[in-house]
């Protein structure tokens, strides 16, 4: 089995900053790349961020400028800082993670973590 847990999620302010973590565990062999995605209730989950093993990072429309995406592979986190948030950035954000467990690969989906944010 694979868990990933999110956390720092919460309200700020017009402007604000937060900074989610999300962790895999479980029976991991290893991991090919690590990427946050939002959804705002009645619309698409979109992707935020996605970054590979190597460090090699990709960002949503949306995200580039303000949101930067990191990972420890050794860890297995990665993490998503967000500055300068905006209203329109307020969702539930998931961690997802590419992976190889038990010799499958697979991808794999947090619970999600509700950033809000007030103007």
């Known amino acids: 089995q694979v868990e990933l847990v999110e956390s720092g999620g919460g309200l700020v302010q017009t402007g604000g900053s937060l900074t989610l973590s999300c962790v895999a565990s479980?029976?991991?062999?290893?991991?090919?790349?690590m990427a946050w995605y939002r959804q705002v209730s009645g619309k698409q989950r979109e992707m935020v961020a996605s970054i590979t093993r190597y460090g090699s990072a990709n960002y949503g429309e949306s995200a580039r400028g303000r949101f930067t995406i990191t990972r420890d592979i050794a860890k297995k986190q990665v993490d998503l800082q967000m500055d300068d948030l905006k209203p329109e950035d307020a969702a539930v954000y998931f961690c997802?993670?590419?992976?190889?467990?038990?010799?499958?690969?697979?991808?794999?989906w947090g619970q999600g973590t509700q950033v809000t944010v007030s103007s």
């Open positions: 997802n993670v590419d992976l190889w467990s038990g010799g499958t690969r697979g991808t794999y």
């Open positions: 479980g029976n991991i062999n290893s991991i090919n790349a």
